[in-house]
């Protein structure tokens, strides 16, 4: 019969440490500032001609962040509402992860400022004009009136802000209550996280989508997609996967929680990550496909703008690089088993994911001039109006990913890594993938 | 020597330390095998499957003279008319196939996910799926007006069309996806059974009994060699089934959202309808396993647990077509296209309110009854609930496709009724439909016995872990 | 011995079968077995027990790579499949692919293929699985040996069984009897082939020379029939609406008397005969051609563009010559008409009504303000200069080779079109169509630039207005 384990914990190092947490903080604190710092100065964010070029970078940036923050959160909630017992040793690294959503929400201060500002570098419906209706509604004053409603300033800010005390509140509430949790060990904690996810649940999915909206679809403000909330949904759930496993391979390799973490988890966490690799790809075929068969242009238009003046090579990057290639190569059963192997592979859907919200919004940078070039009948010829990835995007990426693990360490502090007295520690401990 | 594993019979109880034993009655290997093969083997099935089996062979009789009807006469015998030139044939079709995806997710999704309490459930609810699917397919065949060249929707080359299926059409996908999944449901059911039909086997006493379960499980003989590669074929299966199911009623989505029709072309048509039809279909496994349960004298193995774990399912499913309604509401309204929210709108408000009514009613309010654990323990309540899902679900696809009645040109607005013959076929397909599953029940094994015992002995197994109790709550 | 056979040398010892009442006995003794080096075991279990094949030893099968390569193969045809039936023609001699050009989507459309060639590629991979499943397996194996054991029986109920084969290395009967009961085994038995199993009934040979010989017969029927020429009617099964009740234009008429076939009911014996002397037609328009057709009384009926008129022979006319206003052929045109006909009222009712048939017919091309910047020709126009379609800009009413126009002329563009612009006359009523035209006429008189001096000449049909 198989070994049984006992519900303990053993690993000798349990938690980050103190005194490596108190040399490491400060620097990532520093290289944040500095790079996010140099990507303002540098970026021309202050400037009146490069800041478009520099909020798109940062929005992406943002965004790839954020939707690993909010998948994190959503990997916590669904774990306990359906009362999971093999990921109880990885949900810690998951709650922490979600707590950075407060850094998150401090880095969306220059979004909503340029916003409130009535800056259009970013979000071009933000100026109201004095009279008539303004270009980005194509000179239409009745879908001006409609669209205005919901995109303007104040609401945008409003809503901003409910969001993020929507997904604070649920990532330290579910975190505290874990590390309270380790204490106590009192199931009553178990029962009440559950509980508590059920409603907090429909405000996080409502909250999520409508942020999908807001924050990305907008960049458009004249195409629509009732699907992109599920697209935007999906990408946060793979690359939280993909962090949670890569989080967990490099603590292992630190020597913390080696005994806890075992490689049957790391074998589920790959099943899943292929299972949304292929929801992924469905969410976005669907999304595509549907647009090209119906083949209006008030629709189409958005994909235009990404197949053609040299976008086309980040679409097939993304096709081929988000789909094709992490599908065939999560396929197979001594792959999800080889630590060094998935080490790899979460890098590279994480590279992918990155790729998958640059072409989201950096297309809309130069949209003004493709609108010019469609109505003229023109096909827009060969890299034209593409914008590759520069030193700026390089800057942020760096700088905020240095805040995230600051948040790590901070939230994380002297606290254990995984759950220590989860009622449900025995299941995480011993099941096995046959 | 028996296996106890408990005793007692309400196992929704909430611990977070242990989970709720799956089987419960003191049942052994010995007793779930004497508990689901009663029904196979006594002499006399009960009264009541006499019964209804006979009403179902009534109803079938009248869905078959009506499909004669049809193709003698012509499709003319539908409601279907200017402007709402598909109606009721393309709501039951897609109807009868959402229900079907059910079976398909408590066999191959839940068993990804590792949920043991899928396999008192799973063999029933993958039969209902081979059946409802058979009276999903039924629809589309007789509706193609020529039923005698069927066969022109496959790539058969033909010397009498001289050309071959376009296959830039959904409605062609549609062909493909239903036979696929039509084909793997039956073969992941099928293989599912072989063990279970050589039990049968095993205990059967009849010449032709013993002929006809020992044909058909191959002779299998539970060699662990065997066991492997059936357990790793089961598997990839599984591994199948589960974007098969997500491509079915995608594939089902596309016929209406690819067109151009405001409140038809929408991006998020597929996992809507996916979501939909999982709705659906766990609403009717819901309301056949409730009776079941109780006139089978299941109740041991196929345990509140079970019925409580699908209500959930139910609810989370039903809020996400919730969610699916609010985006498409904000979305029409953002797209300040104003077909579109007039297409919401006349929803509504049009000729079709009471429909739209019905269908936001039962898909939206009622489940939220299962929020309280009294209703969602309450076998009664499940059965209620389920049938008004049911129904909510029929009502809308009915409101989807009524979207036609007030299309771009108003002269040809004008209001559907169905006819006898559509509300007949409809009724019909209820009858051929419970027909085969009564007949499934009397003559194959209606639980997966041996994944049943997997399901014990894994509980001994974390019972030891410190995972399960032979007591009850305290 | 529990075997039924009576004859003891057609029996053979192919192994030894202990029972075990629960799985974690069977596993100890598994493990022990694999231990002393045994390989040709196996167990036999209700369901799959947990860990057991580690216990046996039983390596990972291949079947996934089985399924992976099916799959490959699955994705091959079915993308082939549909790129050969829709995007090809005349590839190969037989069989050949018809290509649809539907709502202007590319012949090979990748995107809208992706669904069935996902289908078949699922389809091909489950019946990889479940039939390389039973194939690896061995299945069906009907005639098992163990199922000749009445104790076997309970192995689909609740019992566990391992057997050693007989051929196997480390096979030694008694010891193995001796460590089975030390196991914890409740009952151990040796298992025999019984070899009458394997002979096959005498009668089976007669059967199958009888079946084969019943094959040959529809290929012989088959290969008679295409040495043969068949005189009788051709079978159509499928009856479609191929004979219809009713009478085609060019075939005979209705019989008098069907028994001798060859009296016809009616003098003319053709099918569709000319209307009878006297019959009036509901709207004959051959008799005004002026204003049914805009051409003047005595001149050439050929009114449309490109085909040569043929005037000379008519002298009285007036000559009435004018540039042909389009880029077509120079061809000689028939005498338009210069006046509005005497059957239209030329009131200011006619005009508004000719506004309000011009709004919903010829705006969409020609624009409300008649200068050609209509919604449909400016997208037709973007879609031809990006080589889309293929489209002749509208003109605009004020072009001065339209301002030139007799009205009559006019009036032929709209009943019969021109260009890429189509005829309307199945549209508009003749009395709409002059409306129409009166209206252009009135547009054109709104913009003095556009008029030429001859605008102003007397013989214009501008004098015809109020």
């Given amino acids: ?434 | 020597m028996a296996i106890t594993v408990d005793n007692l019979t309400n196992n929704t109880f909430e611990d977070p330390s242990r989970r709720a034993p799956l089987i419960t009655g003191g049942l052994d290997n010995d007793g779930v095998t004497e508990v689901v093969a009663d029904l196979a083997e006594s002499p006399s099935p009960p009264k009541i499957w006499w019964v209804l089996l006979g009403v179902s062979a009534a109803l079938t009789a009248m869905l078959g003279s009506l499909i004669l009807l049809l193709i003698f006469k012509g499709v003319g015998v539908w409601g279907n008319n200017n402007p709402v030139y598909w109606g009721w044939p393309i709501v039951n079709f897609v109807f009868w196939v959402g229900i079907g995806h059910a079976g398909t997710l408590i066999s191959a999704i839940l068993f990804l996910f590792r949920q043991h309490w899928r396999t008192s459930i799973n063999r029933a609810a993958e039969a209902m799926t081979i059946f409802a699917v058979i009276c999903a397919g039924m629809f589309p065949g007789i509706h193609i007006g020529r039923v005698w060249v069927f066969y022109w929707l496959f790539p058969i080359p033909s010397e009498h069309l001289a050309m071959w299926p376009n296959f830039r059409s959904p409605l062609l996908w549609d062909v493909f996806a239903v036979s696929t999944y039509f084909t793997v449901s039956l073969l992941f059911w099928y293989m599912g059974m072989v063990p279970d039909l050589a039990t049968f086997r095993d205990r059967s006493t009849s010449k032709i009994k013993k002929f006809m379960y020992g044909l058909f499980s191959l002779g299998w003989s539970g060699s662990a060699r065997h066991w492997h590669r059936y357990e790793v074929a089961y598997t990839i299966l599984a591994a199948l089934a589960t974007p098969l199911v997500l491509s079915v009623h995608t594939i089902v989505s596309f016929d209406f959202a690819v067109s151009i029709i405001p409140g038809w072309h929408t991006t998020i048509f597929p996992p809507y309808f996916v979501a939909g039809a999982i709705f659906s279909g766990f609403a009717m496994v819901v309301t056949l396993l409730v009776p079941m349960r109780a006139l089978f004298n299941l109740k041991h193995v196929i345990t509140v647990r079970h019925i409580e774990n699908m209500n959930k399912i139910i609810m989370v499913t039903g809020m996400m077509v919730g969610l699916a309604y609010t985006i498409e509401f904000f979305i029409a309204w953002y797209s300040s296209n104003p077909f579109e929210l007039f297409a919401f709108q006349n929803r509504a408000f049009g000729p079709f309110w009471w429909a739209y009514l019905a269908m936001f009613t039962c898909n939206v309010f009622i489940p939220q009854l299962f929020w309280f654990k009294k209703i969602r323990t309450s076998m009664i309540m499940s059965v209620i609930v389920g049938i008004g899902v049911n129904i909510g679900m029929w009502f809308e696809r009915f409101v989807i496709v009524m979207t036609l009645n007030r299309g771009f040109l108003p002269s040809s607005w004008s209001y559907f009724r169905p006819t006898w013959v559509d509300i007949g076929m409809f009724v019909g397909s209820f009858g051929l439909f419970m027909f085969l599953f009564l007949l499934f029940c009397r003559f194959l094994p209606v639980i997966a016995i041996s994944e049943v015992k997997g399901t014990l002995a894994f509980q001994k197994h974390m019972a030891l872990a410190g995972g399960y109790s032979d007591e009850p709550d305290h | ?466």
């Fill in chain 1, 1 to 434: 019969m198989a070994h049984i384990r006992k519900a303990e914990i053993t690993s000798p190092i349990v938690t980050l440490g103190g005194e490596s947490t108190s040399r490491v903080l400060p620097v990532l604190l520093v290289v944040a500032v500095a790079c996010i710092g140099a990507a303002f100065f540098f970026g021309g964010a202050f400037k009146d001609t490069g800041r478009a070029a520099f909020m798109h970078s940062y929005l992406v940036s943002y965004m790839f962040f954020l939707s690993i923050t909010l998948g994190c959160i959503f990997f916590v909630m669904i774990q306990h509402l359906t009362k999971a017992g093999w990921s109880v040793t990885v949900r810690r690294v998951a709650e922490i992860m979600g707590c950075a959503i407060f850094p998150m929400a401090i880095l969306f201060i220059p979004i909503l400022l340029s916003v409130l500002g009535g800056d259009t570098s970013l979000y071009t419906w933000v100026k109201e004009p004095a009279d008539g209706a303004p270009e980005w509604a194509v000179g239409d004053q009745r879908i001006f009136d409609i669209k205005s409603t919901f995109l303007n300033p104040t609401w945008f800010g409003i809503r901003a802000v409910v969001y993020f005390t929507i997904w604070t509140f649920i990532a330290f509430r579910l975190y505290t209550w874990s590390v309270k949790q380790d204490e106590t060990g009192d199931k009553k904690i178990s029962l009440k996280s559950q509980a508590y996810c059920a409603p907090l649940m429909l405000g996080f999915v409502l909250s999520l989508a409508f942020a999908a909206f807001d924050w990305e679809m907008s960049l458009a403000p004249m195409w629509f997609s009732t699907m992109f909330p599920v697209y935007i949904f999906a990408g946060c759930v793979l690359s939280s996967l993909a962090t949670i496993l890569l989080v967990c391979l490099l603590l292992q390799k630190t020597g913390r929680i080696t005994d806890e973490i075992t490689i049957e988890h790391y074998h589920d966490l790959a099943k899943l990550c292929f299972a949304f690799i292929f929801f992924w790809g469905y969410i976005a075929f669907s999304q595509f496909m549907l647009i090209w068969y119906a083949n209006i242009p008030e629709e189409t238009f958005w994909y235009r703008f990404r197949f053609e003046g040299g976008w086309i090579l980040f679409s097939l990057v993304l096709l081929f690089g988000h789909l094709f290639i992490p599908f065939l190569g999560m396929m197979a059963r001594t792959v999800r088993r080889n630590k060094t192997y998935l080490l790899f592979a979460a890098i590279f859907l994480l590279a992918m994911h990155w790729v998958d919200h640059y072409w989201i919004v950096m297309p809309q940078l130069n949209a003004s001039v493709y609108e010019g070039y469609f109505s003229s009948g023109e096909p827009i010829t060969k890299t034209e109006y593409v914008q590759y990835p520069g030193f700026i995007d390089l800057l942020l990426f760096v700088g905020m990913g240095a805040l995230f693990v600051a948040s790590f360490c901070l939230v994380s502090g002297n606290r254990a890594l995984v759950p220590l007295k989860d009622p449900r520690l025995h299941e995480a401990l011993n099941y096995d993938n046959p």
């Fill in chain 3, 1 to 466: 011995m529990n075997n039924e056979a009576d004859n003891i040398e057609q029996q053979k010892l192919i192994g030894v079968l202990g029972q075990f009442d629960d799985s974690h006995t069977l596993m100890h003794a598994c493990e022990a077995l694999r231990d002393s080096g045994v390989k040709k075991m196996d167990a036999y279990t209700p369901y799959p027990v947990h860990g057991i094949e580690k216990a046996i030893g039983i390596p990972r099968t291949i079947l996934p790579w089985i399924v992976l390569a099916v799959a490959s193969g699955g994705l091959c045809i079915g993308l082939g499949m549909q790129w050969y039936t829709n995007a090809t023609e005349q590839l190969l001699p037989f069989w050949s692919g018809y290509e649809f050009r539907i709502s202007g989507k590319p012949m090979f459309s990748l995107p809208a293929n992706i669904p069935v060639t996902f289908e078949v590629i699922v389809l091909s991979s489950a019946f990889a699985a479940f039939l390389g499943m039973l194939v690896l397996n061995g299945l069906p194996r009907l005639a098992n040996p163990l199922h000749r054991i009445p104790r076997f029986k309970r192995v689909t109920n609740d019992k566990f069984f391992l057997m050693v084969d007989a051929d196997d290395d480390q096979f030694n009967l008694d010891q193995l009897k001796n460590n089975f009961s030390d196991w914890g085994a409740s009952d151990v038995e040796d298992v025999f082939l019984d070899q009458t199993d394997w002979k096959l009934p005498a009668f089976l040979k007669t059967v199958a020379v009888l079946l084969l010989v019943l094959m040959l017969v529809p290929p012989a029927l088959v290969f008679r029939a295409r040495g043969m020429t068949y005189t009788g009617t051709r079978l159509h099964v499928v009856p479609d609406m191929d004979w219809q009740v009713k009478f085609k234009t060019q075939t005979e008429g209705p019989l008098a008397n069907n028994d001798t076939k060859t009296e016809f009911f009616f003098k003319d014996i053709r099918a569709q005969f000319a209307p009878l002397p006297g019959t009036v037609s509901r709207s004959d328009q051959s008799g005004d051609v002026e204003f049914f057709k805009g051409i003047q009384q005595g001149s050439d009926l050929h009114s449309s563009h490109g085909t040569p008129a043929v005037l000379a022979s008519n002298q009285e006319n007036e000559p009435q010559e004018e540039q042909p206003a389009t880029t077509d052929a120079a061809v000689d045109e028939p005498n338009w008409v210069t006046k509005i006909p005497s059957q239209v009222k030329v009131d200011k009712d006619t005009v508004l009504r000719g506004q309000r048939q011009y709004d919903i017919y010829c705006a969409v091309c020609h624009g409300y303000s008649g200068e050609g910047n209509g919604l449909a020709n400016n997208r037709a126009v973007a879609l031809s200069v990006s080589g889309e379609a293929s489209w002749t800009e509208a003109k605009s009413l004020y072009d001065p080779t339209v301002i030139d126009q007799p009205v009559g002329r006019i009036y032929d563009t709209i009943t019969n079109g021109r260009s890429t612009m189509g005829p309307y006359a199945t549209r508009i009523k003749p009395e709409d169509r002059w409306a129409i035209v009166l209206y252009v006429k009135a547009l054109q008189k709104t913009r003095k630039d556009a008029v030429t001096a001859e605008a102003d000449k007397p013989a214009d049909a501008s004098d015809d207005k109020n």
